[in-house]
């Protein structure tokens, strides 16, 4: 149980069009998903927290515009990279919490993102 | 705000040597804390966790003990194997504050034969 499913796992895209990743719990409710972001050899840096149903939060310096992100239903957000371009280039990870006082968040798979 | 320190690597072990990664935490509350390994080119992989003091988590042969009195959650292993050769990531869960996880820069281990 407890499964979370990111697509696609990897992406091309050219400098100036937009992307969409998908992250669904596949057999739970998640009130909550997080988006998060990892440079080649650093740490999985929080981007923002999203509530089903409601705007996201964003960490500070993630550009809200940039990266818009939709939590539309309890099994579903989305992080669409807006005008992408090569700085952007990057692994994204979401997680999700099943209630919010859940002790553990459950991650997907990542999807490896790359600007041309 | 919430925030874990491990200790810096790469760490270089030769097989069956003994593994200590340090771990320690800031936080307000009680959080849970995890170890997450990922593997060249993949995803996060939940290793182990514990939720409260004096909780031991364990899997493959990995250890980490909650220590609340030295906020540390260190990772051990008695014999690292070649296929031990990753990045590890301690990660904190607060109870409050959005209940974020929070990783800490991440140690990578090569392992030798």
């Known amino acids: 149980g407890a499964v979370v499913s990111q697509h696609p796992s990897r992406v091309i895209c050219k400098s100036g069009t937009s992307v969409k990743i998908e992250c669904r719990s596949l057999?739970?409710?998640?009130?909550?998903m997080f988006w998060y972001r990892q440079f080649p050899k650093q740490s999985l840096m929080l981007m923002a927290t999203?509530?089903?149903?409601?705007?996201?939060?964003?960490e500070q310096g993630v550009e809200k515009d940039k990266f818009l992100i939709n939590h539309a239903s309890l099994t579903l957000s989305t992080l669409t990279v807006t005008s992408a371009h090569p700085e952007d280039s990057s692994f994204y990870i979401c997680?999700?919490?099943?209630?919010?006082?859940?002790?553990?968040?459950?991650f997907g798979q990542g999807t490896r993102l790359t600007v041309v | 705000g919430n925030s874990v320190t491990q200790m810096e690597g790469p760490v270089t072990l030769s097989e069956e040597a003994f593994l200590t990664i340090n771990c320690t935490y800031t936080?307000?509350?009680?959080?849970?804390l995890f170890w997450y390994v990922q593997y060249p080119g993949e995803g996060l992989q939940l290793l182990l966790k514990?939720?409260?003091?004096?909780d031991k988590g364990s899997n493959k042969g990995f250890e980490a003990t909650y220590r609340k009195e030295t906020t540390s959650f260190h990772l051990e292993k008695g014999s690292v194997q070649v296929s031990d050769s990753a990045v590890y990531f301690c990660?904190?869960?607060?109870?409050?504050?959005?209940?974020?996880?929070?990783f800490g820069a991440g140690t990578r281990l090569f392992v030798k034969a």
């Open positions: 057999d739970f409710q998640a009130t909550t």
């Open positions: 999203s509530n089903e149903g409601s705007k996201a939060t964003y």
């Open positions: 997680s999700a919490s099943r209630i919010r006082g859940d002790t553990e968040a459950f």
């Open positions: 936080a307000t509350g009680y959080p849970s």
């Open positions: 514990a939720t409260k003091a004096d």
């Open positions: 990660a904190l869960r607060g109870r409050t504050g959005g209940f974020k996880t929070i």
